[in-house]
């Protein structure tokens, strides 16, 4: 399957009354065709900016992307699009369902006219059809009366069931990318999980791409293909999710992973966090953005942004662990390793 999507050095700040807040600083990644791509990240990391980027929704000002950033959809870059251009994107091209179904639902409209416009915008086709369209919507993301539905409104229905609106709205369009931010945070566990398996359903159907913004990695186990890891502004690491979850190389990526709880052990389990917090992006440091809470840390980590390091599979890591010169071989995050501080 070929790229359809390759950002290039995207980099995009907010300009607020304390400074310019770089909140995507220089990140680039490619995305396979009918592929699942999970960004992770704490909050800040500039994930959900990446997103709207994405989506042509960086309000400017007070947002900025800067010069030199490129996003090419299937090979377009479509920063250069005329608002003309975005609007028909928007929808036809490209989707995106948000965290809270009903604060992006329109309380005032009924399911089955949110569902029809999405279309009607689009498409040109009669009432009939795109009533028809909806209902077949309403079906494939599982609700279960979709006749009924069409005449409800979002408060009539369960978290689950907006949620399925969202996505039936999202896929209206017939989106070759559909976008979701966070989109199982606000249900409870079961649903969640069927919310999931809906996605991964929608894509094996209709080979949609999926892009996946997220810091629950409960969530990205279940679904994604591959997985970018965002820190800062920046990539930290991005791999399949395999080499993500069993053959981490980034000291952030392997705090990440053992700051997430592990049902199995229940109450007996220390629950573990990363100490610090993440850099002020108004005044990003200069060299690692990790360096202040790494324990591997090294002088030159303080001074030099890391580079980038490739191995043999396309699993890629900004560390300069990996420097052939930094004394490290086989890096072992799980034995809690006694040579922090070092000083290379
Ligand atoms: Fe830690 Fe240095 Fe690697 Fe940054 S570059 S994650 S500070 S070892």
């Known amino acids: 399957m ?66 030199g950033s490129q996003v090419l959809m299937d090979g377009k870059d479509i920063l250069k699009q005329s ?17 809270d179904a009903l604060s992006s639902l329109n309380p005032t409209m009924n399911i089955g006219n949110q569902i029809m416009e999405n279309i009607t915008n689009h498409y040109t086709v009669s009432k009939t059809e795109a009533k028809k ?3 077949r919507m309403l079906e494939l993301v599982g609700i279960p009366d979709p006749v009924a539905c069409l005449k409800k409104y979002p408060h009539e229905l369960s978290g689950g069931m907006r949620q399925r609106v969202m996505i039936a709205i999202a896929l209206a369009g017939k989106p070759q990318v559909l976008i979701a931010d966070e989109p199982t945070t606000a249900l409870d566990v079961t649903i969640q999980a069927q919310i999931i398996d809906l996605m991964k359903d929608i894509q094996k159907k209709l080979g949609t791409t999926i892009i996946l913004i997220t810091h629950d990695l409960g969530v990205v186990a279940n679904i994604a293909d591959g997985v970018v890891v965002m820190y800062s502004g920046k990539i930290m690491e991005k791999g399949s999710a395999e080499e993500i979850f069993y053959e981490h190389k980034h000291p952030y990526t392997w705090s990440l992973l053992n700051a997430a709880p592990n049902l199995e052990l229940g109450y ?41 390091y490739e ?22 995050f799980g034995s809690d390793s006694e ?6």
Request: glycine share 10%.
């Open 2 to 67: 070929g790229k359809i999507i390759e950002i290039k050095d995207l980099r995009v700040s907010y300009h607020t009354y304390a400074g310019e807040v770089q909140s995507v600083r220089g990140i680039s990644f490619d995305i396979n065709k009918g592929k699942t791509i999970a960004i992770v990240g704490e909050s800040g990391c500039g994930k959900s900016v990446t997103a709207k980027t994405l989506m042509g929704l960086i309000q400017t000002p007070p947002g900025e992307i800067k010069e």
């Open 268 to 308: 007996k389990q220390k629950l573990l966090s990363i100490e610090g917090t993440p850099p002020d992006l108004i005044n990003p440091p200069k060299g690692c953005p990790f360096a202040a809470r790494c324990k591997y840390c090294m002088n030159i980590c303080v001074d030099e942004v890391p580079e980038e």
């Open 83 to 99: 608002e003309k251009e975005w609007e028909k994107y928007r929808g036809a091209t490209c989707s995106m369902i948000f965290q």
């Open 133 to 135: 369209e909806a209902l």
């Open 339 to 344: 040579e922090a501080g070092y000083e290379g």
């Open 311 to 332: 191995f043999e599979t396309g699993h890629k890591v900004s560390c300069w662990l990996y420097h052939p010169e930094s004394g490290y071989n086989n890096i072992d």
